[in-house]
């Protein structure tokens, strides 16, 4: 085994007094070593019910005949750090738990790794690190919240709260009905209960063969969830002995799978980002124009929040990510997962309990994916549109630019009604080294639903946008305003065109006038001055790359 390096010989003696000292028995050192990496925090709904799971992994890793060894690893809400200073920080942090897996289990030469996450870039990051080491490895997600409740109609985070509070500024809602959404909005642990980033890739990490069949729609708190919990500490011993690791699980094809899935469910744009981070640690080439490949190919056959009206416990209750499989069969490819069966044999015995939730392709919700990759003289190397989320009105829309170096700015001109029908809202120096950390723009792109404004108004930016947004929104704007790209150049009036059928993005300036104000730019100072976001910053690739490391 890979842990005898720190535990077998004689000149181990020192190593094994340290084990001992952690309550080890001789006969320990014969059993697989497992760490056991947790994100629990009380800081993160969908994290704080993790102590319970963690028992259920510790028995199953007993059971299989492994000794546990837990280890944390942090995590960030991305709901409560958004709008503020601390929308800087989750992107950066995947890339630390990333390095945080690598460390504590190179450090420690543990045999296996079992990675309990659930929220937004931690599910990411834990793969990352997995991969990277590609040693064997499981996930458990830790399941999606229920939705609210409020005079007896269903609540869910992004369209209660944050488009809430923007209802309630236009006056359509009243303070004291507010203050009822939110309370009740979210009711309890577990990840927001949309498809927003968090669900997205707990479905995407199913798919991939990751985590166990079931895992990703099982409900936080629900039974179901704690014997999977169980039955993936049992499972990650058993991968350890056949010496089954990420890499004979993470390949080309069971990334396409994972990109089919995203498609058919419309799920958040983040998950660009985070599979071209995950292939690049498996050194497997992804690029954006796969993504949009497949989506013209793939049709959306759910319609759940944000733009839909379903709810994640919709999905499960209608047989989660092994029905979608189910319907999707004939388009996957048919990998091997850590479940020991393959993509077929999951599909053929999960059954579709629910038509509408999960439709047959031929009356799909839209004809294509949910996502879009669109390019043009305003974003050369790419950006990134959740299309399923936008009325039909607005596939196609052109208007005067109003520009913005901040989120904050942008905010503000929103709320105090200085945003009006036609224009096109441009928030820049928001990207991966610019922001930096890219932040997500759910409070800008909430607000503008709130206010009326989504079937008139559209946004475009170099940061990202939550999975939780809805509406002509395009982010991932390539190259970054920050490093020179024509976002950075543009100004207030200049007419941008968005055409996503025909996946464009353009700004109707000559090739001479944008070579011209390009030979005069010059970035704005660096927003962050100290700390590990400086580094970051330096170091960081564009989003069309990953928004990986350098």
């Known amino acids: 085994m890979r842990s005898d390096k720190i535990k077998k010989g004689l000149e181990r003696v020192p190593h094994r007094a340290l084990l001992h000292a952690t309550g080890l028995s001789r006969k320990d050192f014969s059993k697989p070593f497992i760490g056991v990496a947790t994100s629990f925090t009380d800081l993160i709904p969908g994290h704080i019910g993790m102590r319970d799971l963690e028992r259920f992994i510790e028995r199953g890793v007993c059971f299989g005949g492994g000794v546990p060894f837990f280890f944390g690893v942090p995590g960030i809400c991305d709901g409560i750090a958004m709008g503020h200073l601390g929308m800087c920080y989750p992107l950066a942090l995947r890339e630390i738990i990333a390095d945080t897996i690598e460390s504590v289990c190179n450090a420690h030469q543990l045999d296996g790794i079992v990675c309990l996450t659930n929220c937004d870039k931690i599910t990411p990051g834990m793969i990352m690190g997995a991969a990277r080491l590609n040693i064997p490895a499981i996930v458990v997600t830790a399941g999606p919240m229920l939705s609210g409740r409020y005079k007896q109609k269903k609540l869910a985070f992004v369209h209660d709260t944050y488009e809430g509070l923007a209802r309630a500024k236009k006056g359509d809602i009243s303070a004291e009905e507010l203050v009822c959404l939110e309370m009740e909005a979210c009711p309890g642990g577990g990840s927001c209960q949309g498809l927003y980033t968090a669900n997205t890739m707990a479905c995407i990490t199913e798919t991939l063969g990751m985590s166990l069949p079931g895992c990703a729609t099982a409900l936080a708190a629900s039974a179901k969830k704690r014997r999977i919990a169980q039955a993936s500490g049992e499972r990650i011993v058993e991968l350890v002995k056949k010496d089954i690791k990420p890499l004979d699980i993470i390949n080309k094809k069971s990334l396409e799978n994972a990109i089919i899935v995203d498609m058919a469910l419309g799920g958040s744009s983040n998950t660009v980002l985070h599979l071209m981070a995950i292939s690049h640690e498996a050194g497997i ?157 759910l409070a800008p792109t909430s607000a503008i639903v709130g206010m009326g404004l989504a079937d008139s108004v559209a946004l475009i930016t170099d940061g990202r946008f939550s999975g939780g947004t809805k509406g002509p929104c395009i982010g991932h704007v390539s190259p970054e305003a920050k490093s020179g790209g024509p ?56 989003a069309d790359k990953g928004a990986i490391l350098k």
């Open 487 to 542: 976002i950075a150049i543009l100004k207030d009036g200049d007419i941008i065109t968005i055409n996503i059928p025909k996946r464009k993005l353009e700004v109707k300036l000559s090739n001479e006038e944008i070579k011209r104000r390009l030979k005069s730019f010059k970035p704005i100072s660096p927003k962050i001055n100290k700390g590990y976001l400086v580094r970051y910053s330096r170091m960081v690739s564009s």
């Open 285 to 441: 080439n992804l690029d954006l124009k796969t993504f949009d490949r497949i989506s013209k190919a793939t049709p959306h056959i759910t319609n759940i929040e944000p733009s839909g009206t379903y709810y994640m416990e919709d999905l499960e209750y209608a047989g989660g990510i092994p029905a979608v499989l189910k319907r999707l069969k004939s388009r996957l490819n048919n990998v091997l997962t850590l479940s020991g069966k393959k993509i077929y044999a999951i599909a053929d015995e999960a059954q579709i309990f629910d038509e509408d939730v999960i439709r047959p392709f031929d009356q799909a919700y839209h004809k294509q994916g949910g996502l879009a990759v669109l390019f043009g003289n305003l974003a050369p190397n790419g950006s990134v549109v959740k299309q399923s989320a936008v009325s039909s009105k607005m596939m196609e829309f052109a208007g005067r630019a109003k520009v913005f170096n901040q989120e904050e700015n942008a905010m503000q001109a929103i709320l105090n009604g200085k945003i009006k029908s036609g224009d096109v809202i441009v928030i820049r120096y928001e990207g991966p080294s610019g922001g930096p950390g890219m932040r997500e723009m």
